[in-house]
T-cell receptor, first 111, second 115 residues
Framework: GENVEQHPSTLSVQEGDSAVIKCTYS??????FPWYKQELGKGPQLIID?????GEKKDQRIAVTLNKTAKHFSLHITETQPEDSAVYFC??????????FGAGTTVTVRA | SAVISQKPSRDICQRGTSLTIQCQVD?????MFWYRQQPGQSLTLIAT?????????ESGFVIDKFPISRPNLTFSTLTVSNMSPEDSSIYLC????????????FGSGTRLTVV
């Protein structure tokens, strides 16, 4: 099955700086790559996603890049704010809709 | 996006007992999923809840331990049976969006502690 690795496990950044989280996947058939943000006591929330026919996608301060050849994708958060502090999960999916999640990255934005 | 109500939000249960978790969606959805998130860990898919047929379980999860019902397109239950402390986790319901394949929404989860 699909194996998704996520790095780093923890990330501390100064407010206003950028944060980058990287994921790799094993199954070349994967074609959908969402990113979720989970705040304490809440369920994961989809923040951005990308499909295999696109190399980059941006939504305000958040961007995701995908390198299908290398089988890795990354989340970029610019101009970080305290409310960006949360656990972020990457995931990958093949056509049968099953999401395989990375281990998660705890992001702390220091004021 | 779909709004998911999951109940209970948390519970403390005695070992050997069972707990049924409910997931109610405000619109009809094709696919519903149940995940487990152990403390400080990632999400692991337990099963896909199929309307009108038996759930499809992932490796390591069995129907006797995690029976699932899906009586219609807006509701599902997950039962955690004969609980042990190792079952202490957050259990999450997730649904797809019929007009946006792969766009899963998650409920807020049920935080289960088994003592």
């Amino acid at each position: 099955g699909e194996n998704v690795e996520q790095h780093p496990s923890t990330l501390s950044v100064q407010e206003g700086d950028s944060a980058v989280i990287k994921c790799t996947y094993s199954d070349s058939a994967s074609n959908y790559f969402p990113w979720y943000k989970q705040e304490l006591g809440k369920g994961p929330q989809l923040i951005i996603d990308i499909r295999s026919n696109v190399g980059e996608k941006k939504d305000q301060r958040i961007a995701v890049t995908l390198n299908k050849t290398a089988k890795h994708f990354s989340l970029h958060i610019t101009e970080t704010q305290p409310e960006d502090s949360a656990v972020y999960f990457c995931a990958a999916s093949i056509v049968d809709y099953k999401l395989s999640f990375g281990a998660g990255t705890t992001v702390t934005v220091r004021a | 996006s779909a709004v998911i109500s999951q109940k209970p939000s948390r519970d403390i249960c005695q070992r050997g007992t069972s707990l049924t978790i409910q997931c109610q969606v405000d619109s009809q959805v094709t696919m519903m999923f149940w995940y487990r998130q152990q403390p400080g860990q990632s999400l692991t898919l337990i099963a896909t809840a199929n309307q009108g047929s038996e759930a499809t379980y992932e490796s390591g999860f069995v129907i006797d331990k995690f029976p699932i019902s899906r009586p219609n397109l807006t509701f599902s239950t997950l039962t955690v049976s004969n609980m042990s402390p190792e079952d202490s986790s957050i259990y999450l319901c997730s649904v797809d969006h019929s007009n946006k394949p792969y766009g899963y929404t998650f409920g807020s989860g049920t935080r289960l502690t088994v003592v």
